[in-house]
C-alpha cells in the first residue's frame, strides 16, 4: 500500500503563488508517472501537470506558463510550483502516483487526500 500525503495549499490573493508538495511513502519499488489533478466546485477532476519518472511534462493549457511540475526521485515527492495565480485557479487540489510495489505485488496506483487552493482578494 502507498500513501500520498500533500501540503502546501492555502488561501492566496489573485497573481501570487503558492507550492503544492506531495510526499508517497510505503511499499514503493519504483514510482513511474506523478501528477496533479483539481476539481472545483460543480466541475469534474481535471489534469493540472504530470510528471514521468525520466523528467517529461505534461500540462494542462489552462496553466502552461504559469505553473511547473517537478520531482525529487530521492524523497519520492514531486511539486507543483504555482505562479500568477487566478481565481478559476480555485479547486481541491489531488496528487496522485503510480508505480510497482516493493513486495512483488505489481502495480499501484494512488491518490492523496486533497488540499485546498482558494485563490481571491
Known amino acids: 500500500q502507498v500513501q500520498l500525503e500533500e501540503s502546501g495549499g492555502g488561501l492566496v490573493q489573485p497573481g501570487g503563488s503558492l507550492r503544492l508538495s506531495c510526499a508517497a511513502s510505503g511499499s514503493i519499488l519504483k514510482i513511474n508517472v506523478m501528477g496533479w489533478y483539481r476539481q472545483a466546485p460543480g466541475k469534474q477532476r481535471e489534469l493540472v501537470a504530470r510528471?514521468?519518472?525520466?523528467?517529461?511534462?505534461v500540462y494542462a493549457n489552462s496553466v502552461k506558463d504559469r505553473f511547473t511540475i517537478s520531482r525529487d526521485n530521492a524523497r519520492n515527492t514531486v511539486y507543483l510550483q504555482m505562479n500568477s495565480l487566478k481565481p478559476e485557479d480555485t479547486a481541491v487540489y489531488y496528487c496522485?502516483?503510480?508505480?510497482?510495489?516493493?513486495?512483488?505485488?505489481?502495480?499501484?496506483?494512488?491518490w492523496g487526500q486533497g488540499t485546498q487552493v482558494t485563490v481571491s482578494s
Open positions: 510528471i514521468s519518472g525520466v523528467g517529461s511534462t
Open positions: 496522485n502516483a503510480d508505480g510497482l510495489d516493493r513486495r512483488g505485488f505489481g502495480q499501484w496506483n494512488s
